[in-house]
């Protein structure tokens, strides 16, 4: 057979294969590979790695925002410690407790729990510097007791846990970090309050049901990141700044990213005195009296979030009131439903002016709802993927 004949049939051949890979049913076509923009910029960090469970502590490269990336926590003299004992003794507490592992170990301690529990804490938990409590891999509730305390610490990460019903408790002694002895007040039922604290990283917790706040950043506390956290069925949500009079306030930045808010979140999604606040791509199912609030000439840079204001009663975002400091507030690409509208003041963007260890890209408004739906604590074990 000649070879233009041979050419001829290879490409008829050619031809009627593409032809039928065109018109096959999509079930004889290779089909495209998964792909992971249902991860927010934090997420896809870790949650594609199949050792997730293994290699725990490639989560503290994955923050962004004020906080920066966490690696101060991890590396050279790294303990590894379980929680193995749900009890607590607030002045002795015993190895293999909460306790025992985030006040008494000193230097960089990675904090894991056996097994599902459930710590009532008789007094606050006052959390040392450079310890990451991380509840990857067991269903961890801190409840119907105290919560956290992050006094004067730094380079701490929260991860993983379900605060809720915490309650306010007689004053009473407790151990401190450096196996000193604190007194505590009568506590306010807040489940993490932070009292100048700096470089804390707060991700994918769920809050619900205090007796007073579920956050707050208060007395100077600075490089803060509050992101995926999962806020419902709540009054008085979130706090940054301690009072109108504390003018070291100024200095706090906080970014508030990928979080869920809701339902039956009433107000303080934060409420912000003295200080910045990049409160970006965010899920807001309503309110209440009002979703963000301020005094004291904050500045608050609200982008690409979505809000869904309530079927009756406020539908304006923000509140600021009339006989308080306006501050700047500018909302950039966010989104609005259900008649939700947002007050801007002062002048200018107020950009966060993140360096190269904070830096994240701010994704699109209508993508806020897919970027937030792994909000709160994760279900997952020490065998699988989160």
């Not at 050619?14 to 079930?27: D, E, M």
Request: charged fraction near 20%; proline fraction near 4%; charge should be positive.
């Amino acid at each position: 057979m000649a070879r233009s004949s041979l050419n001829r049939i290879l490409l008829h051949i050619i031809v009627l294969s593409v032809f039928l890979f065109v018109l096959a049913p999509p079930s004889l076509a290779r089909r495209p590979r998964r792909r992971t923009t249902n991860f927010n910029t934090i997420d896809r960090c870790w949650r594609r790695n199949r050792n997730c469970s293994i290699n725990r502590q490639q989560l503290a490269t994955c923050s962004v925002g004020f906080a920066g990336k966490m690696t101060n926590n991890i590396g050279k003299g790294l303990t590894h410690y379980t929680v193995t004992d749900p009890s607590d003794d607030p002045m002795n507490p015993r190895f293999g407790t909460l306790r025992y592992g985030a006040t008494k170990i000193g230097g960089k301690v990675w904090i894991t729990f056996q097994r599902d529990m459930h710590i009532k804490l008789q007094r606050k938990l006052m959390v040392s510097s450079f310890t990451t409590i991380d509840g990857r891999g067991a269903n961890i509730h801190i409840a119907d007791g105290a919560g956290f305390l992050l006094n004067q610490v730094h380079n701490v990460i929260i991860h993983g846990l379900h605060f809720h019903h915490l309650r306010s408790l007689a004053p009473g002694s407790v151990i401190a970090p450096g196996s000193t002895v604190a007194q505590i007040q009568q506590t306010d039922g807040d489940a993490i309050r932070l009292v100048g604290a700096s470089k804390v990283w707060i991700d994918h917790n769920t809050l619900n049901g205090g007796q007073d706040g579920l956050l707050d950043v208060t007395v100077g506390s600075t490089d803060i990141t509050i992101s995926n956290n999962w806020f419902k069925d709540h009054d008085k949500v979130m706090l940054l700044g301690h009072d109108d009079g504390f003018v070291q306030d100024r200095n706090m930045r906080v970014t508030i990213v990928f979080n869920r808010f809701g339902p039956n979140c009433n107000q303080r999604m934060p409420r912000i005195r003295h200080g910045y606040a990049h409160i970006a791509n965010n899920f807001y199912q309503g309110w209440g009296d009002y979703a963000i609030g301020g005094t004291m000439n904050p500045t608050v840079r609200s982008e690409a979030n979505l809000f869904i204001a309530p079927k009756t009663g406020n539908k304006e975002v923000t509140w600021k009131p009339g006989n308080s400091r306006l501050g700047n507030w500018r909302s950039v690409h966010d989104m609005f439903l259900n008649g939700a509208h947002f007050s801007q003041t002062g002048k200018g963007i107020a950009r966060p002016h993140y360096n190269r260890q904070q830096r994240f890209r701010v994704a699109r408004a209508r993508d806020v709802r897919l970027l937030t739906r792994s909000a709160g604590a994760l279900r997952c074990s020490n065998r699988s993927r989160c």
